[in-house]
Nanobody, 124 residues
């Protein structure tokens, strides 16, 4: 069992930056693929990025590539999402997710555990 708690969301102006954190409980955190998803009002939950358990493999949605960076610290059971050059269209609730697999995945149904989400609002 893995429990996930996100933090770091907030209100920021376009062009600004935020760093989200996701603290995980569970002794096998280091073996999980970790992902970030987001959901805007009236839209489906969409993939943002994912990272493998040993960090050399990452994958990004085209919409955030070059602006967002995912990283993890297995010693702290924490995964991070550094978001730079934020745009109003990045406004959404951001969710952290864990997948009990070594294979990266991009669809919500492929993830086993979810956090409660943190709101990110980017003003124009």
């Amino acid at each position: 069992q893995v429990q996930l708690v996100e933090s770091g969301g907030g209100l920021v102006q376009a062009g600004g930056s935020l760093r989200l954190s996701c603290a995980a409980s569970g002794r096998t955190f280091s073996k999980y693929v970790m992902g970030w998803f987001r959901q805007a009002p009236g839209k489906e939950r969409e993939f943002v990025t994912a990272i493998s358990w040993n960090s050399p493999s990452t994958y990004y949605a085209d919409s955030v590539k070059g602006r967002f960076t995912i990283s993890r610290d297995n010693a702290k059971n924490t995964v991070y999402l550094q978001m730079n050059s934020l745009k109003p269209e990045d406004t959404a609730v951001y969710y952290c997710a864990a997948r009990n697999s070594i294979v990266l995945a991009t669809t919500p149904s492929q993830y086993d555990y979810w956090g409660q989400g943190t709101q990110v609002t980017v003003s124009s």
